[in-house]
C-alpha cells in the first residue's frame, strides 16, 4: 500500500540555476530508487539561509509531491542525507489529497519582518548578492 508524501528539498542555488532539469532529475531518481511515484515537483522559492549549510549561503527550495510506500521512506531519507546535490530535505506524510500550491510564498509585511527573526530583510539580501 501506497501513501501520500509532501518533500521539500533545499540545494546550492547556484548549481539550481546552472542545471534545474539535472537536480530535480537527480531527486526523483532518488525516489523512485524506493519505489516512489512522482505526483509534482516544481521549484519553489530561491532565498538566503539562516546558516550556511556545506558552505552553501542561498538555497534553492523544491516541493514535490509522491506516492510510496511507508516502509520506503527511511531508506529513502538515508539516500538523500549521502546525496551531494541535496543539502536538506523534508518528508511529511500528507492525509488530504494532494494539490499543488496555487501561489509562490509571499514575502512578509513590514510590520511582521521585526517579529519574526528569519524574516526576509531586502537590504541584507542584497549584501549577500
Keep these: 500500500m501506497t501513501q501520500r508524501y509532501e518533500a521539500m528539498f533545499i540545494v546550492d542555488s547556484t548549481l539550481a540555476a546552472k542545471d534545474f532539469a539535472g537536480v530535480r532529475t537527480h ?3 532518488i525516489l523512485e530508487k524506493h519505489g516512489a511515484e512522482i505526483l509534482a515537483s516544481d521549484r519553489w522559492d530561491e532565498r538566503r539561509l ?22 520506503k521512506i ?3 531519507n538515508r539516500s538523500l542525507e549521502l546525496s551531494d ?3 536538506r530535505h523534508l518528508i511529511l506524510q500528507r ?3 494532494i ?6 510564498p ?9 517579529e519574526d527573526e528569519y524574516a526576509y530583510d531586502a537590504d541584507e539580501y542584497e549584501r549577500d548578492r
Design 27 to 29: 531527486i526523483h531518481q
Design 50 to 71: 539562516a546558516y550556511d549549510i556545506r558552505g552553501v549561503k542561498r538555497g534553492s527550495y523544491i516541493l514535490t509531491y509522491f506516492l510510496a510506500p511507508p516502509e
Design 74 to 76: 527511511t531508506d529513502t
Design 85 to 87: 546535490v541535496v543539502l
Design 95 to 97: 492525509d488530504q489529497p
Design 99 to 104: 494539490e499543488p500550491p496555487r501561489d509562490r
Design 106 to 114: 509571499v514575502e512578509m509585511g513590514e510590520d511582521e519582518m521585526h
